[in-house]
């Protein structure tokens, strides 16, 4: 048994020039964006020796990845490997003979080639923005002479395209038996998946174990899906389920100014609370995704990032007006079905249509306006347990407030899946520019305003929550898409 090369495991050999990406691409394809693990570096020579790095599910290796040396001297390997064979085109016994005769002035290629002469297949990266020269040709020669399966990258990196593309993919295609583009900075799942698909193009010995490999690849990113759909189920319950109190003294009912300064702390009590919550269920985002460079933020008022006190939150996120009214109007109808049933009939209907009325009024005028807390000093203030009184605040009144919460969240959502863990940069998880659920259709809308309603009750209607979290699954669906 080999060190590198173990029956029934696809191994490929990620190779190239040095500084071309081979360890990005890996990363990238991998998920791992962690220098502890996979160090990416501008730095030449980064890697100086083969690293294996093995894709494991339920404790079996199913496939593997070799991080190589990149070549350093290319053009004078290829004509000592040459001088070696003598005349016609080198084999395979020719570069065993170079890696077990020539020193260390050839290191870098013959640890390279260490992994590919037990069997490895090849991943060539190149960049294809970098001019073709002739040590990027004797490289391919080299490779060629390997007999391996081989598919050449065009790791465009920064989005570019080089200007002798297709001259590149002209000399791939002559040594390569499939060339594909990849851009380890920016790719997301599906060209990732893409890319292992076309292993299958290439690798024939163990193409079984490749298929096996991709599906389960596929049912896990299926599981991540549904983990992140019962992160943010938990989260917009315990947010719209919030309340935050305080005591109130018999001083601070008879000045103004007390009442005021202890409203104002109970807001930013408020907001810090959500704060809190919203973190939570972002970190577990993050940890779903293997996420440690994007960082969920740590402040206490990220929160006012989505600012739920600004005109503008509450015009590019959430629904519309008539949006508003028409899901208001079945979750007051729905409150009104409760009445009449109640009423044995007697009703005839009334209580369904002066619910539905009165929902779609409410939410027309109050659609737009900023989040009005709970601060009712009629059903905000109860009694307490002493000589004073208690202030309750939370959820906001305003209508729009769980679109608005449930946007936040899809939004982080697609940029986790847009953040490639070839990338070494610290970033913060940040909001977007437009949501998402304006665009969801009228039964989706419907099916989560009476769940959001049951929710901010803090009676979470139980019967729906299994709708809830499939209407929830086909959202984050459309937003890979």
Known sequence: MSDWVHQNVPTFAVVGRVNMGKSAVIATLLEIDDNELIRVSATPGETTRCQQHRVVFSGRECLRFIDTPGFSRPVEA???????????????????????????????????????????????????????RDDFLAEMEILRWTGQPRLALLNRRDKSTGIDEEEWRTRLGASFNL???????????????????????????????????????????????????????????????????ATLEERDLTL???????????????????????????SKLLQIYRHHLLKADTRMEAFKEIDLQSDETWTKWGLGRGQLAAISAVVGGSAGLVVDAASGGITHGVGTLFGALSGGVTAWFKGGSLPDLRLDMGGGIKLGAGEGKTLAMGPPKNPNFPWILLDGAIIRYQRILSRAHGRRDEELLEGGDAGFTRGFPSDRRSLLGKWFNSCMKRTPNRALEPDVFLALVKSLQEVER
């Not at 020539?102 to 013959?110: C, L, N, Q, V």
């Not at 292992?196 to 193409?207: A, P, T, V």
């Not at 100014?257 to 972002?282: G, H, M, P, W």
Request: glycine share 4%; charged share 35%.
């Open 179 to 245: 060339v594909r583009t990849f851009d380890a900075h920016h790719a997301r799942y599906d060209e990732r998946l893409r890319l292992l698909k076309s292993l299958l193009e290439i690798e024939e010995q163990n193409q079984e174990r490749l298929k096996e490999t991709i599906l389960l690849v596929e049912n896990e990113w299926q599981r991540r899906r549904e983990e992140s759909v019962e992160a943010i189920i938990s989260f917009l319950e315990e947010a719209l389920g919030l309340r935050v109190e």
């Open 78 to 132: 290829m004509r000592a490997i040459q001088q070696i064979h003598g005349n016609g085109t080198p084999d395979l016994a020719s570069l065993k003979k170079f890696v077990a005769e020539k020193g260390e002035e050839f290191g870098d290629e013959k640890r390279l080639l260490e992994p590919l002469l037990e069997g490895a297949g090849v991943l060539y990266v190149v960049d294809p923005a970098k001019p073709l």
């Open 256 to 282: 103004p100014s007390r009442r005021e300064r202890k409203t104002e702390l109970l807001t930013q009590q408020y907001f810090d609370e959500l704060a809190i919550i919203e973190r939570k269920c972002f």
